[in-house]
């Protein structure tokens, strides 16, 4: 079984600072990671996905996720934040049997 | 363009009544997925279907069913509908490989009175 937290239910930034969102997991095998985007009034969307090649996953839209085993950790940053990355944003394991177990989700807020 | 279709966008429903949610992809995934989505919960699983003519029991299954006649359309029904099932329903699918993401449709809305 497995499960995620993810830490900070809202995260607030000004535009242009460093956003970090943090996610931790329980697995008891090797994981698939994963962090997803959700805008307002639409499903999730990918934003990268940690697939054992290297630690450090670069996404869409500037974001990147490093994955530290002993740590249990996936958290996500983004150097510069932008008005448009206000959205919700869920950290997701999956073992052998695909099917993915979400964290609770953060909330961006960026402010002006 | 392809992707996942739910339907109906959004529904109000009183207590009781039978409803099917709709769901079909055009993607010839072999998995689908059924998720609630509750404010400070997440997302979480309803029922899955590996393949067609198949389906499992996720995290929260009880008071709703679901059916894969076909890889396509994976339906899920609520038989009575009770105020607690009041949220918001993705369907997703995936190929089922390795770590492919899944992908998702666009939601439906319901509240049950």
């Known amino acids: 079984a497995q499960s995620v937290t993810q830490l900070g239910s809202h995260v607030s930034v000004s535009e242009g600072a460093l956003v970090l969102l943090r996610c931790n997991y329980s697995?008891?095998?090797?994981?698939?990671l994963f962090w997803y985007v959700q805008y307002p009034n639409q499903g999730l969307q990918l934003l990268l996905k940690?697939?054992?090649?290297?630690?450090l996953v670069k996404g869409i839209n500037g974001f990147e996720a490093e994955f530290k085993k002993s740590e249990t950790s996936f958290h996500l940053t983004k150097p510069s934040a932008h008005m448009s990355d206000a959205a919700e944003y869920f950290c997701?394991?999956?073992?052998?049997?695909?099917?993915?177990?979400f964290g609770a989700g953060t909330t961006v807020t960026v402010r002006a | 363009i392809a992707g996942i279709t739910q339907a109906p966008t959004s529904q109000i429903l009183a207590a009781g009544r039978r409803m099917t949610l709709r769901c079909t992809q055009d993607?010839?995934?072999?998995?689908m997925y059924w998720y609630r989505q509750d404010l400070g919960l997440g997302l979480r699983l309803i029922h899955y279907?590996?393949?067609?003519?198949?389906?499992g029991k996720g995290e929260v299954p009880d008071g709703y069913s679901v059916s894969r006649a076909n890889t396509d359309d994976f339906p899920l029904t609520l038989a009575s509908a009770v105020p607690s099932q009041t949220s918001v329903y993705f369907c997703?699918?995936?190929?089922?490989?390795?770590?492919?993401?899944?992908?998702f449709g666009n939601g439906t809305r319901l509240t049950v009175t």
């Open positions: 997703a699918s995936s190929p089922r490989t390795g770590n492919s993401p899944l992908h």
């Open positions: 697995s008891s095998v090797p994981p698939y």
């Open positions: 940690y697939t054992s090649a290297a630690t």
């Open positions: 997701a394991v999956s073992s052998n049997d695909y099917k993915l177990s």
């Open positions: 993607m010839r995934h072999n998995a």
């Open positions: 279907s590996n393949t067609a003519g198949t389906t």
